[in-house]
């Protein structure tokens, strides 16, 4: 695979995949917002919760905001535990002619 994150289709999450708490840590885990973000998150929770729509895997959300990995799990974690989040999706990875068509349309750089 050439891409730094899975390339796929995003199906729905399961009923168990909902409920494991360490889920919205999975890079192929998809996200949405449950309720607005209060004014009190840090800058970074905020950048995260920015791009957090339903569509973008978290792998897609960590290249885009430009965080380490460390930095975050901990605004991911500080969203979670104020119950803003909700996992929608996980992106399965694409197999054989499919994956090569999908890696060929992905944006390098």
Known sequence: MT?????GRVRPAT???????NMVFRPDAVLALDGGVPVDVSDLERKVAALIDGVRPIARVRKKC???LPDLRIAIAG???RG???????VEEAAG???ADIAADVPRG
């Not at 891409?3 to 390339?7: D, H, R």
């Not at 009923?15 to 708490?21: H, Q, R, T």
């Open 3 to 7: 891409a730094a994150y899975t390339l």
């Open 15 to 21: 009923i168990d995949e909902v409920a494991e708490p």
């Open 66 to 68: 430009g965080a380490s």
């Open 79 to 81: 969203l979670r535990d």
């Open 84 to 90: 803003l989040l909700v996992v929608v999706g996980v």
């Open 97 to 99: 002619e499919l994956a």
